[in-house]
């Protein structure tokens, strides 16, 4: 409890991250919450309202259907939160995974970086597009078509984010590694596994924070960036970058449309990498002494 | 810097081939088999020889070596036929697009010098921006400049391209009417009014790969002045009274050039990602825009060989780099 206060004691002064933080809440419960006030469904067609524009019947305007798009916008903030909640685990797990085994067992540091570096070398978005396409319709069967795109979208991403994660945590590792109390409880005779997990990992925490932040803007925007390219979530699914790309074709003549969800992308990965860059300040004991 | 050279050739070469076994494996993985389901479109002598060259039915081994013999002999060998006018590769088929039944690599060959003046010219414009906002923010950080510079650099490096593109467009296509939004794809260059004409069509595309260049590189470059200009020799260099340009410019840059390349070549896949982006935003006819348009065909040939095309672009943009690395860094190219 003490770590927690005093984490969110430095992160106070941040004002980047605490301006981040609102934000980030006001999001939270605009996405969350404003469904239980704005009944209007997301999907709700009414073909006599089409095109319109900020009124008091539709506070955001409405689609080339008739939809309202504050009701969608909801819908669609909701879903790209909750792929970058469900991406973080995974990014998480896996560079983690590779970045302790790296930094800690010297046998294994060469392969692991060299897949690192492999990763790292890969077309993403090529092959992220290839993974949606040749994967799409056979999930689609098992789970639903918005389960199914969820659980792919989501595998994706986090199959093709955890580099970063694994490279800082590999060097935090290799540093902790020539600490003193490392060596002290090698010497009482520590195993390899408790070693991991009672003295390294709450010791290398804070860097993982900060990457695994930074990691969810990440995955906001390679989620938009695929429901842009018309290639994310099935079409009738209101996704922010499905917004976008169906707002493309009407831009002249409707702009706002696509500004909003636009915007509501921006806002969003803008937040979260304040948030992001605060604790990176917050957590980072050099930055302390300045 | 010979032997740099082969041992980095040495290096790429394991890269490509893994990247081409993670290709070949996640079409492996697809339920069904991907590329044997051809389009009825396909005339049926085609297909039989597409699915030989292709090994349908084989075991995967053989399988994987068929589609490395695709890319590392076949088409090469045809690419050298047309250079030289011989007939190495005759008889040999090679991968067909379902689409337009064309060869996939001549439709490649076709757009990949879209792809890579877009690329190419994001990349020394982002250099160019980033070069002078570095200087200027390692003078005084922390100060206005550096300040405005960072919160700047913040919002290009986080804003993903499609957004940024549409902003542009919005304000200076559709606002303020000074660019044209729609790529004009059948524009040919012959004199100064359509070459001026060329120029203002790429602007926007260019400009917003720019954006996340410069802001990538300026933050990267401004670190490593940083770090430079506590060095012993900096504060050498003042000591005997020179200036702070010269300081900054002659001591402290030229040492911080290095790290600039590996930026360039880290955020390698970044850039041809946006690339696929900024194509499909403003219609630019590159190779972003072909990988989208064969994924919606369901044109299974041609994305898989052009995933293999970026990877190999960012392979040698990367081989490139490290070489630039060595020329600028002696340690690196004598270590």
């Not at chain 1, 996704?239 to 509501?264: C, E, F, I, S, V």
């Not at chain 2, 597409?50 to 589609?67: D, I, K, T």
Request: positive net charge; charged residues 15%; glycine residues 8%.
């Amino acid at each position: 409890m003490a770590e927690r206060a005093s984490l969110w004691q430095r992160l106070r002064p941040q004002r980047g991250a605490m301006i981040g933080l609102w934000v980030l809440a006001l999001l939270v419960v605009f996405v969350l919450l404003g469904p239980w006030l704005w009944r209007i469904a997301p999907t709700h067609i009414d073909i006599r309202a089409r095109n319109q524009g900020l009124s008091w019947a539709h506070p955001l305007g409405t689609d080339q259907l008739g939809r309202d798009m504050m009701a969608r916008l909801m819908a669609g903030g909701r879903i790209s939160l909750a792929v970058a909640m469900a991406v973080m685990p995974i990014t998480l797990g896996l560079g983690g995974l590779v970045g302790l085994l790296a930094g800690y067992f010297r046998r294994l540091d060469g392969v692991l970086m060299r897949l690192t570096e492999l990763f790292l070398a890969l077309p993403l978005l090529p092959l992220l597009l290839l993974m949606v396409t040749l994967f799409r319709e056979p999930l689609a069967r098992h789970l639903g078509p918005p389960g199914g795109s969820f659980v792919l979208i989501v595998l994706a991403i986090g199959l093709t984010s955890w580099m970063a994660v694994a490279r800082i945590l590999r060097g935090e590792v290799l540093a902790l590694k020539e600490r003193g109390f490392i060596e002290a409880a090698r010497a009482i005779g520590t195993r390899p596994g408790a070693m991991l997990w009672r003295h390294v990992l709450p010791n290398v925490a804070s860097p993982v924070v900060v990457a695994a932040t930074l990691g969810m803007a990440t995955a906001i925007t390679t989620e938009s960036a695929l429901s842009f390219l018309g290639l994310g979530f099935p079409p009738d699914y209101p996704t922010l970058g499905r917004l976008l790309h169906d707002a493309m074709d009407q831009m002249q003549q409707y702009p706002l449309r696509a500004l909003l969800p636009g915007l509501m992308i921006a806002v969003t990965v803008l937040a979260v990498n304040a948030v992001g860059e605060g604790l990176r300040e917050a957590l980072d004991p050099r930055s302390g002494s300045r | 810097m010979l032997n740099l050279a082969l041992r980095r050739l040495a290096m790429a070469v394991p890269t490509l081939l893994c990247i081409s076994l993670v290709i070949f494996l996640l079409l492996e993985a697809a339920p069904g088999d991907p590329l044997g389901e051809m389009p009825l479109t396909v005339p049926p002598e085609v297909k039989e020889r597409m699915r030989a060259a292709l090994g349908v039915g084989e075991p995967w081994p053989l399988r994987y070596l068929l589609f490395l013999k695709q890319f590392f002999w076949v088409e090469p060998l045809h690419w050298l036929d047309r250079l030289l006018g011989t007939d190495f590769g005759a008889g040999q088929q090679r991968l067909i697009s379902y689409q337009s039944r064309a060869p996939v690599f001549d439709v490649i060959a076709e757009r990949l010098p879209q792809t890579l003046a877009v690329v190419g010219l994001s990349y020394l414009l982002g250099v160019l921006v980033a070069l002078p906002v570095a200087i200027l923010s390692a003078r005084h950080p922390q100060g206005w400049f550096d300040r405005i510079a960072g919160s700047l650099a913040m919002l290009g490096y986080s804003l993903p391209t499609f957004l940024t593109g549409l902003v542009l467009i919005w304000v200076l296509a559709i606002w303020l009417k000074w660019l044209p939004s729609v790529y004009d794809t059948t524009l040919r260059v012959t004199d100064w009014a359509s070459l001026l004409r060329q120029l203002r069509q790429m602007a926007m595309p260019v400009a917003v790969l720019t954006l996340y260049n410069a802001a990538q590189i300026s933050r990267y470059l401004r670190a490593a002045m940083l770090d430079n200009l506590r060095q012993d020799h900096v504060r050498t260099a003042r000591a005997k009274g020179l200036g702070e340009g010269a300081v900054l410019c002659r001591h402290v840059l030229r040492n911080s050039l290095s790290s600039m390349v590996t930026v360039i070549a880290l955020g390698l896949p970044t850039v041809f990602g946006g690339a696929i982006i900024t194509e499909q935003l403003f219609k630019v006819n590159g190779l972003g825009q072909l990988l989208i348009l064969a994924i919606n065909a369901h044109d299974l040939p041609m994305v898989m060989a052009l995933t293999f095309v970026f990877a190999l672009l960012i392979v040698l943009c990367t081989l490139l780099a490290d070489l630039l690395y060595g020329m600028l860094d002696p340690r690196i190219r004598h270590g």
